[in-house]
């Protein structure tokens, strides 16, 4: 702020009224004038207006110091989020991964050691996304049936997955 004192921040703050500055001229607005013009406001209408205006007027202000320039966003890149790509390694093994898993399922699927409604479980659960509360409700059996079918389905698939290389 080059002159505090002739700032529009100091105007308004330190006048009785509301001031306005335009290119061309000054513009204060009194409390006698402001319930003149508008006859169902009241003193505390007015006050309340003139902090909001004080308000504004502060953070113009502060925008214009050497600070508020650096907080500027030139190219707002500081609110994206960043997501750094993996690893070549990373990606290898993330890839390995997926290639075992799918050999996996396809070997647990077809080695005929899931029951058939381990199977529709195991699918709805892990490729459907259904919660294993809602496969329970939906069949009409207990959660815990439910659960322990698809972990002993996991635990098999963990063994073909170890297998594989």
């Known amino acids: 702020m080059k002159n505090y004192r002739k700032s529009d921040y100091a105007l308004n703050k330190f006048s ?15 409390l006698e004038d402001f319930l003149r013009d508008n006859p169902g406001k009241t003193e505390a209408d007015f006050m309340a207006l003139k902090a909001v205006s004080d308000e504004i007027y502060l953070e113009q202000a502060r925008l214009e110091t050497a600070q508020g320039n650096k907080t500027f966003s030139m ?18 093994i993330m890839s390995d991964d997926r290639r075992r898993v799918k050999l996996a399922v396809d070997k647990l699927f077809r080695c005929g050691k899931l029951t058939v409604k381990q199977k529709k479980r195991f699918v709805r659960h892990f490729f459907a996304g259904v919660s294993l509360r809602k496969i329970a409700s939906d069949e009409g059996v207990h959660f815990t049936s439910v659960n322990e079918s698809i972990r002993r389905a996991v635990d098999k698939l963990r063994t073909y997955f170890n297998e594989i290389k």
């Open 16 to 30: 009785e009224g509301i001031v306005y500055q335009f290119s061309d001229r000054t513009l204060e607005i009194s």
């Open 75 to 92: 190219t707002g890149l500081e609110d994206a989020t960043a997501h750094p790509a993996p690893s070549l390694d990373d990606s290898y």
